[in-house]
């Protein structure tokens, strides 16, 4: 065959698309700023299909129904199998001080609220969205274990059971005829009761959040907002962060992803938004509504002669303490953390054990100054080994059970793998949960005289300022704070 003269040319042309096209795709691509307009970068809402003549049925379990979704959704059980919420565990890292990687998440790490999961796995995984995690040996790689209801269900009656059964009651076929974008319901149905109820974890989710007035939420309540709305989402990645289970701000969502930093008309006010973040203004209180568990008591569990009351005790959780409209705990924060507790960690149980400590401090120019709800609980150690310990609450031989601390203690030992002696104590605990919901319209925000001046809820030195910097000067300025 006669080679034409214009080859060169065409081999130019491949060999510049061979070096070229993979630059292209792999440089990392410049931010695009956001738009002046908050509205003009919250996502839109593209119109759901209407799958009642879709889904046929009859089906008779949950697995079934996920069957039937990958028919036609084939990509989305490898895209949530990859996310948290599916999970339950970070990715792997490397902390200083710690001989290998390790994982934290729902699925190993311990807490101060119900202590965690493992041994406990039916009850706590009725939030899980997956089906049938029952015990160490549930199957992360089976596509139909996977629940699709329990974030698309638009019927308003699929209810979760343990080991995240659907409860008997569930007519499968309706409710998977009127799946749609998830809603407040199926957010809040988990995210609103973590911990065992209504508002117990968290200082700034609970039910109220479901048909919120403005005053208590004015995303929610005057603009309509669903949580994917903030929590926008891509290949069923949502993105949020909570410190309770994880170490940095990965995947975390920002006021900014929407408002632009100097969107305030007072230039005094803007320049406090490299150092204060935007809830620490726009969430004044805490609870507003719903009182959330600011302290829990394990040690008097299991009492006879303590009269039960949801709010002040439970025989099976112990002593309680709840408030409402509480004024946060302010702190400096750069998105990750500090110290976390990993199940081994030796303690003093003199001193109270923060869980999850919040990164940050004064000369850190990435920190800002952060609300925090900080819940703390006295729970159970090993008083030989100085480590805490995760009991066995659920099931056979569970503390719920038998009411037996030892029992139940050794039991959750041989689960986890830790070390128990034998002998056991109480001590006290503390975790920082981050307050950045129920956000209130500019008229209600913090004003100047609440922070400064000698009423103000700022305890400045604590904070490693000299004094109020309305009199010494802002962090960014020489000798206004303690080095």
Known sequence: MKLSKYNWLIGLVKTTAIIVIPIIIFLPKADIPISADPWENV???????????????????????????LEC???????????????WESQPYYIE?????????????INNFCIGIQGNWPGCTSCHAGYGWEDANFDFTQEDQIDCLVCHDNTGTYVKGASGIPVEEVNLLEVAQSVALPTRENCGSCHFNGGGGNAVKHGDLDETLYFPPSNVDIHMGEHDFLCTDCHQTEDHNIMGRSISVSLDDANQIYCTDCHTQDLHDDDRINAHVDSVACQTCHIPNAATRDATKMYWDWSTAGSDEIEESLHTYLKIKGSFVYEDNFTPVYGWYNGGVAERYILGDTINPA???????????????SS?????????????????NNILLQPKTYGEGGFWTEFDWDLALQLGSDITGVDYSGDYGFTETEMYWPTTHMVKSATEALTCDQCHGPDGRMD????????????????????????
């Open 43 to 69: 996502p839109l809402r593209i119109p759901h299909i209407d799958h009642t003549e879709i889904i046929q049925g009859p089906f008779e379990t949950g697995p079934e129904v996920t069957r039937a979704c």
């Open 73 to 87: 959704h084939e990509e989305s059980a490898g895209q949530v199998m990859s996310t948290a919420h599916w999970t």
């Open 97 to 109: 001080g710690r001989e290998g990687p390790v994982t934290v998440g729902k699925k190993n790490s």
């Open 351 to 365: 001193q109270i054990t923060s869980i999850n400590l919040p990164a940050g401090n004064i000369a850190d120019s």
């Open 368 to 384: 800002k100054l952060f609300p925090f709800k900080v819940h703390l609980a006295k729970q159970p150690y090993d008083t030989t």
């Open 460 to 483: 400045w030195e604590a904070l490693g300022y000299y004094g109020d910097p309305i009199e010494w000067g802002g962090r960014f300025q020489s000798n206004s704070y303690q080095p």
